[in-house]
């Protein structure tokens, strides 16, 4: 069974930065695709970033130049680094993680491509 946790959300103004972090079971990071998805009140959740087995990384085009996406395989962890913030970034945040062949390039954006998750972080961005 996987498990993630994800922390690092809080308030901060816009331009400023955060990194949350997510804590997976071990050997998670290394053998599944993971992502970062974002729900906002009355809003589908959307994919963020995600980053295959090797590293290959992909983008939502509203955080393209702002975030990146990153994994620790030896500590079993998965970051989400934001920076330059903007107040439509407030949302719960959310990790996901889906069992995945080594050779797969960048995983897809869709909720629905992945089967687990974790309860989710907050993040608020005051204008």
């Known amino acids: 069974q996987v498990q993630l946790v994800e922390s690092g959300g809080g308030s901060v103004q816009a331009g400023g930065s955060l990194r949350l972090s997510c804590a997976a079971s071990t050997y998670t990071t290394s053998n599944y695709c993971m992502g970062w998805f974002r729900q906002a009140p009355g809003k589908e959740r959307e994919g963020v970033a995600t980053i295959s087995r090797r590293g290959t990384t992909r983008y939502a085009d509203s955080v393209k130049g702002r975030f990146t996406i990153s994994k620790d395989n030896p500590k079993d962890t998965l970051y989400l680094y934001m920076n330059s913030l903007k107040p439509e970034d407030t949302a719960m945040y959310y990790c996901?993680?889906?069992?995945?062949?080594?050779?797969?390039?960048?995983?897809?954006?869709?909720?629905?491509?992945?089967?687990?998750w974790g309860q989710g972080t907050q993040v608020t961005v005051s204008s």
């Open positions: 996901a993680a889906q069992p995945c062949q080594l050779w797969l390039g960048s995983p897809g954006l869709r909720q629905d491509e992945y089967t687990y």
